[in-house]
């Protein structure tokens, strides 16, 4: 008796073979691109907080220092973020009647802290410490974007465990002179690796053997 | 509801919790941690989640279902991380203090009224740990088990919420009124109705209360009760000097040291002093040319018995008959002879009588609080005979507020209930309902006092039968005072507002004085006002600062012995005899519903959860009919020779053991129960050891219903051992629960010993004897294929462990659970092995004879192997070597395989079968180290060597050199002390850096006698031991 | 042609020197076994509807273990500190022992030109890929995170991070993924014809369908045949060294640890004689039911029965031999551990285990020296049972009696089963026996263009040897038979 399927049929049963496989490995991919995007890490995605509080006014505009409000920032793994109490430092001469201002006035006189929405999420099980980073010549922007351009803040890296390692493999590649850490307009010179170069050997910054290892950030 | 307030403290915390007990508790705080106001608050405590539970939606779990399933993918759009919420103070706390670095506070914790300094740790507003303080006289820098464990009791969720009132809930308030009115009432009488009750009192500022409120009330009558107490001692003081003297040694003078069934090596008044100056007269090093020599006298094994040179197991009844008899053979005057030394204690007696002749002045006769006053009178008629007094043994005023026989002062009380004279009974601290003596039937006593008020951290079971219970303030929550045992005072000071609106009992005092608001702080600083010379301010600040308060010691005295003061001896006992412990964990009961202490393994029996009746394998065979040799417990001839005897034996040991758990009925002096027997090798004969402080009825989750109550068995006129003890099988058997079920080294060299005479001549030869018996040369002569890898030039850690210093007292076994988040597992749990102690204590019983076998402990940790088994097998690398040499443990990277822990030669490693941190219970995430991270189910865990602590002293370095313009950075010796090291009353752990030739470590580590465990296997561990050394009289050593 | 009439040719009686049984014809066989497969639904046999039942059962009990060990996490077993493996790792290498003869099977003795496998080869490749299956679960259920196994597969990721290529257990992932894949393509490809076949028998239309497809639109033509000659001797020459890396990796797992009793340098060779050994008493076991019931009696010989038995008897042999040098090498290192390691599997608590082993291993296949006892089924049941069970041990000798005593007294302990070590052993059975089931019931257990090939040899060498009447005219075979 004679076949069922048409001797063309070959093709499709070769297209079904290797059709399998293809997708098998697109969903993969399709798989890792979700979570290495932005969308899903919710990058780049400005959060507004309680207060209209603008980093563009206060540092870019104005010129206010990082420190003057995260004031641990260079003592201790925590930045600190500012008491009441020294918004209304400035606050209590300046824009004092400021609609803007209302949720922090009530604030000060009922002593409820006013609840900003946190917005840079570093992993799990990461101790990160903000002062060895701030005393060796790790800038601000370079992990927080261009904060002192941003009305309102939003996380610019992925912070995932690679994008940390890019550094601690090639610290050389980020460094700025300590007196530098704090400004926002840094931008990096033509000569960078040569300056890093220094930098690395000028605040005794381990080589990437030892800034890698595991003990460095997890505990 | 009221915890959807917008912001949450930890006052709001406690303001939930207040009125909240058992389920009740539970429902409300599951409520709350529901809330995001809690999320926040966890937010803000643990800020760079360090713990999975910071994260509204678990990331973690999240990717569980990832990948449980890949197909997932997309479809949840779920996103990267719920935003969590930060709320910053509204005004910055001023006094320099940096967000995020931890601060530390000096403070005192008593036990048995008798304080020890310490250092508190506060992450953000919570006290974390307890360190000791090296100022004080009582800690020297260490400290006990319970010291570490107080932070774990102040966040008990357990602990008492309000104030009740026959149960009911009620407030300060109402109780003040109704106390006011009591009062009002029995000033017609000047109180003649007015009984107080408290634990023993030290504190200069309760003491001046008490004194004033028995003024008002001339006709009231103050009683101390505690039921391990010092009766006997001071009892003893009184037969021998007409007075009361307190007596405190000074072991850094003694050369030679008896103890009679003394255990000076466990927690007690004086116990950080006496660890530490009696192991320094033993941690000897190549230079040494003396070392000190103890000799005990003891019914059960103990901390200090395994420790002597020469121990002499009797039974408790016996050492009396022993005491007499020394003191005749010291010609000491006026003691009527005993009863006769048993025939195998005579060459003992003997040895000792001629040391003791031979070191006049630089000796201790110590006596144990158990034995009776006639033992006390004779050490001291001793102690002054060898001209000790004034060099070693020291005579002070009394350090108690008032010296008392407490026992009786119990008796007296019920007496006057029963007879109705009390009408109201305030108890501060202590439970005597559970713990006094079984004859004095104190609970049905205390039913009749019309109107009883009890100040205690729990509901317990004398809370429970008050009228009025009132919450205590913990120790760490309170302002306070307190005296050490050589009458040092401290200042205690609060590092959290009480979190269960708790008292003290200055404010209850007060409140009887009729200021019912009273600060404390005022109360506290009105009692030091007169004795500050100067300003105040500097002495109070010094006071806080330094933990202690100067010259504050209590003057010393020179009694005089009275004549013929000691009594004749007591009629001779025989039969069974039947000896009460304080439980080594649960100390008289009061720490039964500490998770960390009741998981903790006892010294030397090594049960958890559980207390036995401890009993000598040759009279547990003969009384029970085990069927086993006794012959067996003597090592066969050959030695380890022969090989088949010895395998033969080793064996016939391990079925032995199987009678542990049998269930035996004790009957005692009218009374009877029923317990489970234990094993106990060196325990003396014909003589059973049960432990005071369980069988909790109303101690909470962890304590309830945990092992067998023996107090009603007790009896007041005997309370520490008695004979008339029959021994009954019942046939049952139950199951204890112990962490370690192997006696014997199996004749392997795991823990080496020398004696002093041949150390002194050769500090190598310890390890060259071991090496030419299983090399047949000087030195192992290891060899390996792979090129050791080069650690100079950056810190290399190590860590060195003295075993002639190690007491065994479990101190760094807690201080690390503390430090390192981690979590107890239950009975069951220990039951399969499954315990995650990062340190362990290991015991093992050698020598030929177990009836008295040389018992060592040998504390264990992760070695650090520079060659380390475990990093090779991990699939995904989640434990590697770091450039410093540690080993680090990747907890985010462990998928579990559990090869590490099966390649580990020391089974160091620890892994999380189930989810056992307990991620619900707020008050426990207070209690937690933020530095450390919380495991979660199914990862590897082990020692980190306090990672934390060297990260982050190794950050400050670096800062300080960056700032400096140095490129390098330098980490002085001691700048980072490992929790464990921290801990240790005896300092016999350093921890520190082998690159650095002047740190101790690399002292130690190059001592003759250091020697790396299971070296053979070429791990090259980081840990090291220094080997045991014994000084033997050579007149009494029976083994080479 | 018309259909002929299907030949009802029963067993015939069996001499046990032949390795196919006079009075076959290429229609018996294509009939005997590929109706097997073509059977309607509804007259499918009852035993096979009760044995399909209770493996789906237990395959149930599978899924439930496996649910409460996800809640719950490996706690549920009895595994502890300082026994991290128990059952999990004693079921995975014995599952993935079992494997191994399915693969030697097809592969060295196709190599190896031994006619006689072609009536075994499909069946004992089948049984591969099942074991391999129930072994395959267990490395990612036995994990502590398992949701994150595939942290093992070295794959780009955010960690940048690669897994520990130093780690056995990295190498298990390897070696098993491919060890599976390349059976698979093997036994698939193996199929094709015989799919061709069954297509072509098939009366309903959706069963030649579905055949069909899977026939890949096979002819039967020489230059299908040529190409899959080629193929099969390729893959043939593929998974040649597979039967020896898979078990030697799997051996490695141990061997490069340091614990006394696993770090052995004969483990490679001995772990390997051990797999086929279990893997044969495995295909016996499970052959010699299925033969009588299907009626196979004159395809599966005993003399195959009794070849079977001697590579048996042969593997087991090494095996003694490895516990041998174990023993010697326990007592000749002079080494403290090694020694006690020995002492311990002889009087220690688990010592029930070292004797049940030898006594499975080394004194119950000594009968199989006599011909007697490998042609006669009960006594070969019973042998293979033991065996299986031997080798079961034989892991939990090694395993678990290594674990329980280590190098510190201190931390000595036993290791007790618990429950869901139980449930989730059997639930693998549950597996293993509802695949199997599925495979009889649906595609031909027996190759049968093979037996034709092998048919036709026969009778060649009948034909040589003498005239003989009953046969056929000699065609040569091609898959389609009208």
Redesign the interface.
Known sequence: MGQIFPRNANLLARLSIFGGLLLVVELILITGVFFRSNYFRQINVAVEQPVAFSHQLHNGVLGVDCRYCHTSVGQSYFANIPATETCMTCHSQIAQYSPNLEVVRESYATGAPIEWIKVHNVPDFVYFNHSIHVNKGVGCTTCHGQINNMPVVWQTQGYFMAWCLDCHRQPEQFLRPREEVYNADYVQPANQLEIGRQLVAEYGIMPAAQLTNCYVCHR | MTSQSPTLTTEAVREQLRNARGPQLWRSIDQLADTTAFRELVEREFPRGASELDDGVSRRSFLKLMGASLALAGVTGCTYMPRAKLAPFVEQPQGGRVPGIPLFYASALTLNGFASGILVRSNEGRPTKVEGNPLHPASRGGTDIFAQAEVLTMYDPDRSTQVLNNGAASTWDAFTTTLGNSLTAQSVTQGAGIRLLTTTVTSPTLAAQIEQFLQAYPQANWYQYEPINRDNVVAGARLAFGEDVSTRYDFSAAQVVLSLDADFLAPGPGFGAYARDFSDNRRVDAASTAMNRLYVVEATPSSTGITAEHRLALKAGQVEGFARALAAALGVADVPAGAAVPANAQAFLQGVAADLQANQGNTIVIAGAQQPPAVHAIAHAINAALGNVGNTVIYTAPVEARPALQTSELAALTNEIAAGSVELLVMIDGNPAYNAPGDLRFAERLAQVPLSVHLSLFVDETASRATWHIPLAHALESWSDARAFDGTASIVQPLIEPLYQGKTSHELLAAMLGDANADPLALVQNTWQAQANGSFDIFWQTALATGVIADSAAPTLTPALQTGAIPAAPPETSGLELVFRPDASLWDGQYANNGWLMELPRPLSQLVWDNAALISPRTAIRLLNLPISVDQLIAPAGGDADKAATATRERALELLTQANGTVVQLSYRGGSVELPIWLMPGHAEDSITVMLGYGRSNAGRIGDGIGVNVYPVRTSDALWFGSDLTLAATGRTYQLVSTQNHWTLEGRDIYRVGTFDRFSADPKSISRDIYNEKYGRDSPGYESLMPRVDYTGRNKWGMTINLNACIGCNACVVACQSENNIPIVGKDQVAVGREMHWIRIDRYFAGSDLDNPDTYVMPLTCMQCENAPCEVVCPVAATVHDYEGINNMVYNRCVGTKYCSNNCPYKVRRFNFFQYSDLNTITLQLARNPEVTVRNRGVMEKCTFCIQRISDARIEAKKTAVAAGQTDYTIADGTIVTACEGACPTAAIVFGDLNDPASRVAKWRGEGHNYGLLGELNTFPRTTYLARVRNPNPDLELEG | MAQAQPLRTRPQPDDGESYLLPGETYTSLTQKIGDVPLVSPLKTPKGWLAGFTVAFFLLMIFLMSVTWL?I????IW????????GMDIINFVWWIGIGHAGTLISAILLLLNQGWRNSINRFAEAMTLFAVACAGVYPIL???????????IP??????????F?????WD?FAITTYATVSLLFWLVGLIPDFATL??RATN?WV??IY??AA??W?GSAHHWHRYEIASLLLAGLSTPLVVSVHSIISL?FA????PGWQVTVFPPYFVAGAVFAGFAMVLLLMIPIRSFYGFQNYITMRHLDVMAKVMLATGMIVVYGYFMEAFAGLYSGN?YEE?LL?NRL?G?SAWAYWGLLFCNAVAIQPLWFKRVRQNIPALLLICVLVSIGMWLERYVIIVIS?ER????????QY?PTFWDWSLYIGTFGLFFTLLFLFIRVLPMINIFEMRLFLYQEEEKRRLLGPNTDAEPIVRPTATT?
């Open positions: 996800f719950r996490g490996v706690g009895g595994i502890n500190i300082p026994v991290g493996w036995h994990l502590g995170r398992p949701w994150i196994f595939y942290w093992l794959y780009p990721n955010t960690h940048g991070m690669w897994p520990n130093r780690s056995p257990l990295d992932v297509r072509d239309v030649k369908r069909g497809m890949l639109g002819r797992d490069i640890s340091q614990v403290v006690y002492t009087i608590p674990l280590e190098f510190l007294p201190s931390s000595w302990a007790y009208d």
